[in-house]
């Protein structure tokens, strides 16, 4: 190949490359796109932590335990979201396992109340449900108590002339209005204290198969409690001596033990004293 033959070829390619550059340098310039990173914001969760070492059939009580709310991812699947729960709030819930405090209550080791098998996994060996109707001057009960709430059992008695309780005679509320004779003979005495409620139900009123009892005003609902063989025992030997009554407990100890019309009505203590009764 001569030196001509070679010549032409360098100018050619020499063309070649300077067209090409006029000719990139006329084409629109292309915009990148942007790579968006999608960033997690997580949801919220709701999460229980008990507030004390819970056992096997304890029944979750406000104090048992708190709520408060987490963030976690969003594909999480967290067991300790109780957001399922009845409005987030596992009040009343049964407790199945050994739960140490500060720990996290997931809703596989708690039962809740409305669960068919409630009931029975909430009594133990000597354990059993007893049920008090509510009649409409206790209605306030059902509004008050819950499943898990602590309350002691009363019963109202009539004492005779010389202070001592007399059981052969029955209290009722028709009683304490035939005469103020009869004022200063009543006596309130507590038969248990912490006892587990494990519903408090209030009948629905158009309710076809509500439960009908004999008693002379027809119940709004019905309380049902945790009651071992020997308090069942102790409870239905007295309960027709009197009136037996249940009241809501807010602490530790319950506030009244036993009374007296005489500590409430210190006037009928005088009363007595005129006549010559002691």
Known sequence: ??????????????????????????????EKTPVETKVDMGRSIMVAQAMRDLSPYDILSPDDFKITEMKVSSDSNDSRDISTASNGNVRGYLVKN????GSYLSL??????????????????????YSFP???IDDYLLSSTYAGDKISIY?????????????????SASSASSGSSNVSKYVLNRIFSQVTVLESQRFDQDKKDKPKYTNDSIPVGVIVV????RQLAELRVVEKAGDVLLLPENGAE?????????????????????????
């Open 108 to 129: 596989g080791v708690i039962e809740a109340p409305n669960s068919p098998t409630f009931a029975r996994h909430s009594l133990q060996s000597d354990e059993m449900p």
């Open 1 to 30: 190949m001569n030196h001509r033959v070679l010549f032409g070829l360098s100018i050619l390619v020499i063309g070649v490359g300077i067209a090409g550059i006029f000719v990139q340098k006329n084409q629109p310039a292309v």
């Open 254 to 278: 319950p506030a009244v033990v036993n009374m007296r019309v005489a500590e409430v009505l210190p006037q009928t203590r005088s009363i007595k004293e005129l006549r010559g009764t002691k």
């Open 134 to 136: 509510i009649k409409p």
């Open 155 to 171: 019963i109202r008695l009539i004492e005779d002339g010389k202070d001592k309780q007399n059981i052969s005679e029955v209290v």
């Open 98 to 101: 050994n739960v140490s405090k």
């Open 226 to 229: 945790r009651l071992n063989q």
